[in-house]
């Protein structure tokens, strides 16, 4: 399997970016996927996450509010949308699928090549 994330980029405070996440493969059967990120010098961190179907959504409180996970499974495809962006938020945002544990845990089995996001302030 493999995943493909894109859409990142540079914006300003409080502006919106849109990623998403190309599967070589049915999204319908991966089970949960999720997004991740990870700043320079930090661990990798869950962002959201949504079920095979896309009806339950899970999210960090940090972003809570502000993004929105969502997958297309007719166009195998994931998507986080991003609003309301932040300083803070500036990383590398990494898709991924078929957690091994938790949702939020990353375990996942796929993962995609990061997408950078900067944030200017």
């Known amino acids: 399997v493999q995943l493909q994330a894109f859409g990142g980029g540079l914006v300003q405070a409080e502006g919106s970016l849109r990623l998403s996440c190309a599967a070589s493969q049915r999204t319908s059967s991966l089970g949960v996927m999720g997004w991740f990120r990870q700043a320079p010098g930090k661990e990798r961190e869950f962002v959201a996450a949504?079920?095979?179907?896309?009806?339950?959504?899970y999210y960090a409180d940090s972003v809570k509010g502000r993004f929105t996970i969502s997958r297309d499974n007719a166009k195998n495809t994931l998507y986080l949308q991003m609003n309301n962006l932040k300083p803070e938020d500036t990383a590398n945002y990494y898709c991924a699928a078929n957690p091994t544990r938790n949702y939020n845990d990353a375990t996942y089995r796929y993962w995609g090549q990061g997408t950078l996001v900067t944030v200017s302030s």
């Open positions: 949504t079920t095979w179907n896309g009806r339950a959504t």
